[in-house]
């Protein structure tokens, strides 16, 4: 049962463009989501969070969009540069843990 | 150094046989997390320490594996009897303890290879 998914497995843009990084999940009772960055042979490094009462929460060209009604939430990278090119995790806790449930990633290419 | 560590970063190993893996947390953090990543998939949770206790457990997939943290401080992932399905890259991560929203910070990983 994937409580977090990120149906698109890989996504490429163009350098200054933006990047549109998508994660649904099933759980309601989820209340903080955080995305993830990880190089190769690297562990995941965090990116940008969000808290169930917030909508937009935005760190320099990063912003996270929640939309608790449809349980969606993404991350938009603009402008997009080579050095954005990873794997991106969705990740959500709920209630009083840090225990983060992980979605399956994004692989993002951005090409000059 | 100021990260997680981890050793070893690689294990080749065979069927049946026995491994540990060592994380050791950022000074000062009070939670320890063990994930498994295997190839294609996001990090999936195992276990999580708070102290020297395992809060939630919950994750381990069998009675195969266990992991301790005598000192509050490191923690060692055991895994008996190893199979080939036991291959992955297994990453710690501590984090303040914090609840809803704290930070979790990853070490590089051990991968793991049952042949």
Redesign the interface.
């Known amino acids: 049962d994937q409580q977090v998914k990120q149906n698109s497995p890989s996504l490429s843009v163009q350098e200054g463009r933006i990047s549109i990084l998508n994660c649904d999940y099933t759980n309601s009772m989820f209340d903080y989501f955080l995305w993830y960055k990880k190089y190769p042979a690297e562990g995941p490094t965090f990116l940008i969070s969000i808290s169930s009462i917030k909508d937009k929460n935005e760190d320099g060209r990063f912003t996270v969009f929640l939309n608790k009604s449809a349980k969606h939430l993404s991350l938009h990278i603009v402008p997009s540069q080579p050095g954005d090119s990873a794997v991106y995790f969705c990740a959500a806790s709920e209630g009083n843990t840090d225990k983060l449930i992980f979605g399956t990633g994004t692989r993002l290419q951005v090409f000059p | 150094g100021a990260g997680?560590s981890q050793t070893p970063s690689n294990k080749v190993t065979e069927k049946g046989k026995y491994v540990e893996l060592r994380c050791d947390p950022i000074s000062g953090h009070t939670?320890l997390?063990w994930?498994r990543q295997s190839l294609?998939?996001?990090?999936?949770?195992l276990i999580?320490f708070q102290g020297t206790g395992a809060?939630?457990d919950s994750g381990l997939p069998n009675d195969r594996f266990f992991a301790v943290r005598p000192e509050g401080s490191v923690s060692t992932l055991k895994i008996q009897r190893t199979e080939r399905g036991d291959s992955a890259v297994y990453?710690c991560?501590s984090?303040r303890?914090?609840?809803?929203?704290?930070?979790?910070?990853?070490?590089?990983?051990s991968r793991l290879t049952v042949l």
């Not at chain 2, 294609?40 to 949770?45: I, M, R, S």
């Open positions: 997680v939670a997390y994930y294609g998939q996001g990090p999936e949770f999580y809060a939630d990453l991560a984090s303890g914090l609840a809803n929203g704290g930070e979790l910070f990853f070490g590089e990983g």
